[in-house]
């Protein structure tokens, strides 16, 4: 399952932190961030069901990171 978000991360130094977070956090998912959409997608997919939208938010915005769920 993959989920895709809308955030409001900027620099590619900010982009590799929050993806080394999700993945010391969230076992058995992988993350990446597209920078050059306008919408500064971050992908997350998990290898074992779904991924916790709401919970990733949380997560992210305790890194100081806006984020919402991209309608498919």
């Known amino acids: 399952m993959v989920e895709v978000f809308k955030t409001n991360v900027r620099?590619?130094?900010q982009a590799r932190w929050v993806t080394e977070q999700i993945h010391r956090t969230c076992d058995g998912h992988r993350a990446?961030?597209?920078l050059d959409d306008c919408d500064r997608i971050l992908r997350v997919a998990s290898q074992s069901g779904g991924v916790d939208?709401?919970?990733l938010i949380d997560l992210l915005h305790h890194f100081g990171v806006q984020a919402e769920v991209l309608p498919d």
């Open 32 to 34: 990446n961030f597209d």
């Open 11 to 13: 620099e590619a130094r």
């Open 53 to 55: 939208a709401p919970f």
